[in-house]
């Protein structure tokens, strides 16, 4: 009789463990968070504050979870000892806080592993220690934070009326920096510019830089010449100075042609590109997003799936540290494969301030793993981004690369020029991770040289305006700002394309005129909470909760009763009016392309609204200040329809509260919004209840086309025993709570 339970957070990680550790344990898996907050109290918080202290009301997720807990307590009453080994994180010990109290424990054994190996797992099952009530009151205070901007916060945006769900405290964040930049392209005004340029027959072309005696020209670009920082853009294409008009660039081209040349200054200096270190959760996901086309969320669930294969180590984390077991091994593999490629000493990377080192960098358990058996026992995906975390892992190990960097001025008459090279002279890390630009080789010149003048020239260009950001970008900047935590810069990023306030387009992430309407109100309404630095500052304090310096029920009390209560207190009083909204969705005078359909108020011609979540990728909506007046293509009627209300006879399909995993823990939405319902058509499978046939029924949520199948009984409407005959489109078919799969076999014959 097995006489340990393991209790992990995954399904996935069950079959793997319990090959490592035998017969005399079971393993059993939570699937995530079991409990959550509850509904009840005022707001539907959950919780009350009292003072200084928090009182909190936990009940089962869901109906799953409530299952989960019944047979985690079974499998409780087989064992003798019950060890909970949930993830690595905040969020893991708060899980495992949950299970403890779920279950009823009193002293139950904490291990933690970074990796699902042999070695990893049994050392931690041998080193237990106690739940961390630390990480567990930061991640108690993150719900607590999140549920209560979420349920305070989301009602003042249904009163826009345009669709708008939910505010949160990362998402709108977030959303701000979408938007901002979205304003910044659409007041951008692009300038003319020329850049003038001569080439010489000696192999190479330089660039204006400046006149003679003038302070430019004094600057040797040093920069260019000493530059080691992995930060630095090695494919940006060299340039001249700007030139602001066309006779300017005219000047210095005619005197280039009358003037001789020369060189005046030739430099060469070699420099070392220092390795970049491992992975941490942002930088998987910018190389995955940049190099694979991945999206942060794909990232992780494939990052999760080679961690449960005990392939890679934890996918969460902001440390680049790695063990010194590894670091070990990876020279190892260097001086049988590459010997020239290993340092003097054991490379080592800096993690940022806020980092917990007590994690590792994402990297390979086993660097010697041929890859030849992974390529089949991996998905393509899968593969592609174990090989893409081995060899940046690899790289961060290996020597610097050297650079041999050149600069060249050239002089005519009382115009100097200006050449950059670069040469790759020892690839170094970059044989594995290649970040370097291709080779520009300058020919070997002398100070004072004369040079041939072959050709010379201007080209009109345009200023452009700062792109919009892509998904990796976007974790990149939330990163740098401070937003969120590893955990949630998915979620975040999701939840945003959920709530459709912004869309992906041209991999460029576009905000919705909803997302603008949404930020614009917010700016008035709760500006405190889009900054960046006020987010920030939040994260900090969670940190300093997790470091025990500070008691997690003090935190949230003083903080909504000294900003949060007040805050929204005075957001309540801002009126909204048609007014507000329209000056939102129009703040940035977003050029849409106008249909030939008539607003049925003002006669304008709605606008086409692009979104990838309707059939026909776009939607008509007034945009000259009738904001109610939205139109959506039904297939049923080959026409542009107005969706139904609930008071024009239509069902709400779903009307339970909306709850989803984002900024880090729930992203709370005390109240969903009415779905908007079409009529449908016949099918051939029979109704459940009276064998009728049922209709296909397509509807609008959350701005998409949904489809259900119903009984086409008009009678059934009012029928208490058809109130569960509905079947919903699901990826393996349509399914039904009640009554399971629907079957191709039962098909009623007419």
């Not at 204006?208 to 010449?225: C, F, G, H, L, R």
């Not at 979104?611 to 945009?623: A, E, Q």
């Not at 959506?632 to 969706?643: C, E, G, L, V």
């Amino acid at each position: 009789m097995p006489k340990r339970l393991l209790v992990v957070e995954s399904p996935g990680k069950v079959k793997k463990l319990s090959q490592i550790l035998g017969a005399d344990w079971i393993v059993r898996a939570s699937c995530g968070h079991i409990r959550e907050l509850s509904d009840e109290g005022e707001d539907s918080l959950g919780f009350t504050m009292d003072g200084a202290s928090v009182k909190c009301r936990y009940v089962p997720r869901d109906s799953q979870a409530r299952e989960t807990i019944q047979k985690l307590k079974s499998a409780c009453s087989q064992v003798q000892e019950v060890v909970l080994a949930t993830d690595p994180d905040r969020e893991g010990e708060t899980i495992a806080w949950h299970i403890k109290e779920a279950l009823g424990l009193k002293e139950p054994k904490r291990v933690v592993y970074t990796e699902i190996t042999e070695t990893a797992v049994r050392a931690a099952i041998a080193n237990p220690r106690k739940l961390d009530f630390n990480l567990i009151g930061a991640g108690l205070c993150r719900d607590c934070l999140d549920k209560l901007v979420g349920y305070k916060g989301s009602p003042l945006v249904w009163a826009l009326n345009n669709g708008a769900k939910s505010v949160g405290r990362v998402q709108s964040a977030t959303l701000h920096l979408i938007c901002q930049r979205e304003r910044e392209i659409q007041t951008f005004v692009p300038q003319d510019y020329w850049s003038v340029w001569v080439d010489y027959a000696e192999g190479f072309r330089a660039f204006y830089k400046a006149m003679v005696n003038t302070p430019d020209s004094a600057a040797t670009n040093q920069e260019d010449i000493n530059d080691d920082a992995a930060t630095k853009n090695d494919t940006q294409v060299p340039e001249s100075t700007r030139v602001l008009s066309e006779a300017e660039a005219d000047r210095l081209v005619k005197a280039a042609k009358l003037h001789p040349h020369h060189v005046v200054q030739y430099e060469g200096k070699l420099n070392y590109r220092q390795p970049p270190p491992a992975f941490i959760t942002s930088s998987l996901q910018q190389a995955a997003g940049s190099r694979l086309k991945f999206t942060p969320e794909k990232t992780m669930l494939l990052a999760q799936k080679l961690y449960e294969a005990g392939l890679i180590t934890y996918m969460r984390t902001d440390s680049v540290i790695l063990s010194p077991e590894f670091c070990d091994s990876a020279r190892q593999w260097l001086q049988q494969n590459d010997p020239q490629n290993v340092p003097k000493n054991t490379a080592r990377h800096r993690s940022s301030k806020t980092a917990q080192e007590g994690h590792e960098a994402i990297r390979p358990t086993d660097v010697f793993r041929p890859s030849t058996q992974l390529r089949i026992e991996l998905s393509s995906d899968e593969f592609n981004l174990y090989v893409m975390i081995w060899k940046r892992a690899i790289a961060s190990q290996c020597c610097a690369a050297q650079l041999r960097k050149t600069l060249v001025i050239t002089q005519s008459g009382d115009v100097l020029w200006q050449a950059r090279g670069q040469v790759v002279e020892f690839l170094g890390y970059a044989r594995y991770w290649s970040n370097l630009s291709k080779d520009t080789l300058l020919p070997t010149l002398e100070q004072g040289q004369e040079l041939t003048l072959e050709d010379a020239g201007h080209e009109k260009k345009k200023t452009q305006p700062p792109p919009r950001y892509t998904e990796p970008k976007l974790v990149q900047l939330m990163e740098r700002k401070g937003i969120g935590r590893p955990s949630t810069y998915s979620p975040t990023i999701a939840t945003l394309k959920k709530r459709t306030y912004i869309e992906l387009a041209k991999d460029s992430l576009h905000p919705t005129t909803l997302g603008l309407e949404v930020d614009d109100f917010l700016q008035k309404a709760l500006p405190d909470l889009l900054e960046t630095e006020f987010t920030a500052k939040m994260e900090g304090a969670l940190d300093t909760i997790a470091s025990g310096k500070q008691p997690w029920q003090h935190y949230l009390t003083q903080w909504h009763q000294n900003y949060f209560a007040p805050a929204i207190a005075k957001a309540k009083t801002i009126p909204i009016t048609p007014s507000n909204v329209k000056n939102a969705g129009s703040a940035t005078q977003r050029n849409y392309e106008n249909s030939r359909t008539k607003c049925p108020e003002c006669k304008n011609n709605l606008a086409k609204i692009p979104s990838s979540k309707v059939k026909k990728k776009y939607f008509l909506k007034c945009v000259s200040g009738c904001d109610n007046v939205v139109l959506f293509w039904s297939d049923y009627t080959k026409s542009w329809q107005a969706p139904r209300s609930s008071s024009s006879g239509a069902e709400e399909v779903n009307s339970s509260p909306a709850k989803t995993k984002s900024d880090g823990a729930k992203e709370t939405v005390p109240k969903s919004q009415k779905s908007q319902t079409k009529t449908g058509k016949l099918t051939k499978y029979p109704c459940p209840v009276c064998k009728k046939p049922l209709e296909e029924y397509t509807y609008i949520k959350d701005g998409q086309n949904k489809t259900m199948l119903r009984c086409s009984n008009p009678d059934s409407r009012n029928d208490s025993k058809h109130k569960d005959a509905a079947y919903f489109n699901t990826a393996k078919g349509w399914w039904s709570p009640k009554f399971g799969e629907l079957k191709c076999t039962k098909i009623v014959k007419k």
